[in-house]
């Protein structure tokens, strides 16, 4: 069993890996300022340290609790929000990165994993599904920062020995999402229907998005542990699915008599996303369990019972 630190380890996906990684008898901390992340979602067998990954304090702890192992969530998770402010999206997702790999280096971490982008990676101009092998042409900050971090992470094992896993993560849902950022449109739309409120599609609602449970990309990080080498990987279903068709799907499970309605289209927004996961499947042995039906109706069960 590994002495593993998890950052963002309080938020949506991170909670998730942090409860898998416990019940497999690892020993877990976690990381995590709460500005979007909630303590209550940190399973009670890890310890929590309240800390921002830009602080000293961070850097600090990973001298002195020395982890084997670093599981890299913790970001400005918006694409809007980069849109907006690069600068802000850069401190927190590129210089936050390097505080945590430069104490990571000190203590000698023999592994990286971080919580890369497939979504904003590529851009409207690769196939689709998109392979690991197609040029990255993010087309928002958040894309570039975690492109950076990619290419920081080659520097760290060239030069420090550290093995990094890049998991390009498809659009993720599931319990404990919250309705920021633009992979929260699930959350969004659920919050909005059990409210009784209308939620409002962006533009046709034809753009597309592969739609990934949480369950199965806290799959994808146990196997990457168990991964020896370097490596980047896709994590999706390969499958594209319409924000219309989304919409239906929790209008339904919701028993919301509210149709859809069309607001304005977000300025920039990519038109179709889909991830090819052949490599994951063949390397790390990971491939999607929950289908995107079944997927949804966990997730809207969840959003009852919170």
């Known amino acids: 069993m ?22 497999k008898g690892h020993d877990v901390a976690v990381v995590d300022n709460l500005s979007t992340g909630r303590r209550e979602f940190v399973p009670p067998e890890a310890q929590f340290f309240r800390y921002d990954i830009k602080s000293s304090h961070a850097s600090e702890l990973i001298l002195d609790w020395r982890p084997q192992i670093i599981i890299h969530h913790a970001a400005q998770m918006s694409v809007q929000v980069s849109l907006g402010n690069p600068v802000l999206d850069a401190q927190d997702n590129i210089l936050g990165s390097l505080n945590i790999l430069q104490a990571a280096t000190r ?13 904003a990676m590529y851009g409207d101009a690769a196939p689709i599904p998109a392979r690991e092998k197609d040029t990255p042409r993010p087309e928002s900050p958040y894309g570039i920062a975690k492109m950076a971090v990619e290419h920081y992470l080659h520097f760290y094992h060239r030069q420090h ?14 319990p404990r999402q919250n309705g920021l950022g633009e992979a929260g449109v699930v959350a969004i739309f659920i919050e909005k229907f059990l409210q009784g409120q209308q939620p409002v599609i962006n533009g046709d609602g034809l753009q597309t998005r592969d739609f990934t ?26 499958r594209e699915t319409d924000i219309l068709t989304i919409y239906q799907h929790l209008q ?54 919170r």
Do not use: C
Not at 6 to 23: K, Q, W
Not at 107 to 119: E, H, L, M, N, P
Not at 231 to 237: D, K, M, Q, R, Y
């Open 2 to 23: 590994s002495r593993i630190l998890i950052t963002g380890g309080a938020g949506f996906i991170g909670s998730h890996v942090a409860d898998l990684l416990v019940v």
């Open 213 to 238: 449970y949480v369950g199965d990309i806290a799959a994808a990080n146990l196997l990457a542990l168990a991964y020896p080498e370097a490596g980047t990987f896709n994590i999706g279903t390969g």
């Open 107 to 119: 203590v000698q971490v023999r592994k990286f994993i971080f919580a890369s982008t497939g979504g």
């Open 161 to 174: 020995g550290i093995v990094p896993v890049s998991l390009r993560y498809a659009n993720v849902y599931g």
């Open 252 to 305: 339904k499970l919701t028993a919301s008599p509210l149709g859809p309605q069309h607001g304005p289209a977000k300025p920039g927004e990519q038109r179709r996303s889909s991830l090819n996961a052949d490599l994951a499947r063949k390397k790390l042995g990971w491939e999607p369990q929950m289908n995107l039906e079944e997927g949804l109706a966990h997730t809207v069960a969840a959003f009852k019972h």
